[in-house]
């Protein structure tokens, strides 16, 4: 039996994006007879909003994509990650980090050329200072270098069968808990997938540079490494994708418009999506 489940951030109302995901979400567990999980991805404390976990809710009701269970939220869960955090700092493999996103930014237009979205390594190498650590913002960051070499470049196997293994430029020193949450995406993520049991990780394609670091993290903690379906985005017409801060149509204003939910998400499990958008091709 597979187990999925859909992770939205309630930082705005769903989209037509979200409703594809959490259908073909739904209709792989369905399939095998299995779990359909709902997650609420609310530790970013500057963004969620109470009423956009209420309108995530409604929004799959109105699809008919009901869920099992309660829904997991992250916000209440967050001594899981630190323990995570505590057995990666254990064994070395974590350091603090004390850049500003301006001194990253400072660092990478430096004179030797463009050093792509990668953190520097600025503080890699710090000797540690619980003092400074007592008094100053930090994240902290996976040591990449140190991980590879205790775990090896990842690999994965997507839905379809093809298998994938990690690039080393592909694993950075990605931050795992930050200076404003207990945890990042990436360490979340993959302690909440291994205590649901998911089974098929289901998320667009554009979440598919997360995949290696997350794999690497699942090996480093000894979890257990779920399949992944990276599913084409849809789009604008125009190719344009769906995103809250561009104000794309939600699908609140598509209930109000008169659109059946229930016939819309059936109709997107198989492809086909509205007038006005289009499904990329993978």
């Not at 359909?36 to 009701?61: C, K, M, N």
């Not at 850049?99 to 190498?125: E, K, W």
């Not at 849809?234 to 109000?256: N, V, W």
């Amino acid at each position: 039996m597979t187990t999925t489940r859909f992770a939205p951030s309630p930082t705005g109302r769903l989209h037509l994006g979200h409703a594809y995901s959490a259908a073909v979400g739904k209709d792989r567990a369905r399939q095998s007879g299995g779990r359909f999980l709902l997650r609420i991805e609310d530790l970013d404390p500057t963004r969620s909003r109470p009423e956009f976990v209420a309108g995530i809710e409604d929004d799959l009701r109105w699809l008919g994509l009901d869920w099992d269970g309660a829904p997991l939220v992250q916000s209440q869960r967050t001594e899981l990650y630190a323990a995570a955090l505590e057995r990666l700092q254990d064994r070395g493999l974590v350091y603090p980090c004390f850049c500003t996103r301006a001194d990253i930014a400072a660092s990478l237009t430096a004179p030797h050329g463009d050093a792509g979205p990668s953190y520097p390594g600025t503080c890699c190498g710090l000797a540690d200072d619980p003092a400074r650590r007592g008094t100053t913002p930090h994240s902290w960051r996976l040591d990449g270098s140190k991980a590879l070499a205790i775990a090896g470049l990842p690999s994965w196997i997507e839905e379809d069968g093809r298998s994938f293994t990690a690039k080393t430029d592909e694993i950075g020193d990605a931050i795992l808990a930050r200076k404003d949450a207990p945890a990042s995406y990436h360490l979340s993520c993959v302690v909440d997938d291994a205590d649901s049991g998911v089974t098929l990780v289901v998320r667009g394609a554009d979440l598919r540079p997360a995949t290696p670091i997350q794999r690497l993290l699942q090996e480093l903690l000894g979890l257990p490494a779920p399949i992944y379906l990276h599913h084409p985005l849809i789009t604008h017409a125009d190719g344009h994708r769906l995103a809250k801060r561009d104000l794309a149509p939600t699908l609140a204003a598509m209930r109000e418009a008169g659109v059946d939910g229930r016939t819309l998400a059936r109709d997107l499990v198989t492809g086909f999506v509205p007038s006005g958008f289009r499904l990329q091709q993978a």
